[in-house]
């Protein structure tokens, strides 16, 4: 039996989870597939997470501990030419890189966490400034993400994102960690996209979905969940869309679906019951919980999202199209990718779309041609090997085999 604390009987080692930034459930998802086989090796393991309330809740229903992670002010990013990361460095300048002052505290706080557990391992997806408080210490370190959590790492400066001046100028993001780390007496990066390098690192993504997979020495494993089966039912609904509440154009997307005439069916995340209410008396059907996908795919051509990658890579197994409406620069990427691929449409960003568009949006991405490109993605990847989370296993134990034999 496992304690609320995630403690083996016995104790034993310790494997520590960290996911720092990013929402939804994705980043803890592929964490917990990692930590369901340790904990079969006798290991305790821990989570550290953005979100405590929604993610620990998923964590705890797992039977592992839980902790809050510490949290970086997000501070817009204000470039030149947008609003939108032209690099990673962008990213890391604001969530504080640029400024010691912000910076040092968090990761004195992350030090101060991980000391206190004394992990024999830590996992990070998404955690750059965890990594940092990692770096150059006594911990092994595997990093895991998609091809945007997880940029190239084999490089000496974080490749562009887009075209455009950036915000943070990564020279002096780089003065600034070096500082730091020098006042905690470690080493510091010699370049800061080494800061996902771990001991060990995965792109732990469908190679279709990777963006910089021409610049990587190793390429994507493929996602930690084996993909789902395709989808063999004849759709009887036009579409299933699986949208949040506060997308700023979320009315505009439901108000078209209704002018639509479309069959379908709608769950909106954190959404109220009033909301749900006030929609379905418009004539949509609207789920007061999440569906499983796979099975609500049997009966559905197209489905709706904002290009998650959890989401995309789903759609893509089971064959269906998609219809995108992204909401920042991550999901903007993988609807490229989805595009490129011929199964998906999407609206345009910043909300320059109308209601009317809608329906004209479902027409195009159910046409013959994009969703039988759809069905023949969908069959290239069943019939892959589903091996990543092996892999990641077996790094895992190399990791902690090395530490042993160090005596550590």
């Not at 940092?132 to 562009?160: K, Q």
């Amino acid at each position: 039996m496992i304690g609320i604390d995630g403690a083996m009987p016995g104790g034993g080692r310790t494997a520590l989870f960290i996911w720092e930034l990013g929402d939804g459930l994705g980043h803890v998802t592929r964490l917990l597939r990692i930590a369901e086989v340790l904990r079969q090796d006798g290991m305790r393991c821990l989570f550290v997470v953005r979100n405590v309330e929604m993610a620990g809740a998923v964590v705890l229903d797992h039977g592992f501990g839980v902790l809050q992670a510490p949290i970086a002010r997000i501070e817009p990013i204000r470039g030149p030419d947008s609003n939108q990361p032209v690099s990673v460095a962008d990213i890391l300048g604001s969530i504080g890189f640029a400024d010691r002052r912000r910076l040092e505290p968090l990761v004195c706080a992350w030090s101060a966490l991980i000391d206190a557990v004394a992990p024999d391992i830590a996992i990070t997806d998404y955690a750059p400034t965890a990594n940092l408080a990692l770096y150059g210490g006594p911990v092994p370190v595997l990093v895991i993400g998609d091809g945007f959590t997880l940029p190239p790492v084999d490089v000496d400066h974080f490749l562009p994102l887009r075209k455009g001046r950036p915000a943070h100028d990564e020279g002096r993001l780089a003065a600034v960690v070096t500082e730091v780390q020098a006042a905690r007496a470690r080493p510091a990066p010699a370049h800061l996209p080494l800061l996902f390098a771990g001991d060990q690192h995965f792109v732990v993504t469908l190679p279709e979905l990777d963006a910089w997979s021409a610049y990587r020495s190793r390429q994507a494993i493929g996602p930690i969940a084996p993909p789902l089966a395709p989808a063999s039912g004849t759709p009887t609904m036009s579409y299933f869309a699986y949208l949040s509440a506060d997308y700023p154009y979320i009315d505009r997307v439901l108000a078209g679906l209704v002018e639509s005439g479309r069959s379908g069916s709608v769950f909106l995340r954190d959404s109220t019951a009033t909301q749900r209410e006030a929609w379905r008396g418009k004539g949509l059907v609207i789920h007061d919980q999440p569906q499983d996908l796979a099975e609500v795919a049997e009966s559905t051509a197209t489905i709706i999202h904002h290009g998650g990658i959890g989401t995309s890579e789903a759609v893509l197994a089971l064959g269906r199209t998609h219809l995108l409406v992204p909401r920042h620069f991550e999901q903007f990427a993988n609807a490229d990718r989805l595009g490129r691929l011929g199964v998906a449409v999407a609206l345009r960003s910043g909300g320059k779309f109308g209601s009317s568009d809608l329906g004209r949006a479902l027409e195009a991405a159910e046409i013959v041609q994009r969703r039988s490109r759809a069905a023949t993605v969908a069959a290239t990847l069943a019939s892959r090997p589903a091996n990543a989370l092996h892999t990641a296993i077996a790094a895992c134990r190399a990791l902690l085999g090395a530490q042993k034999d160090r005596g550590c």
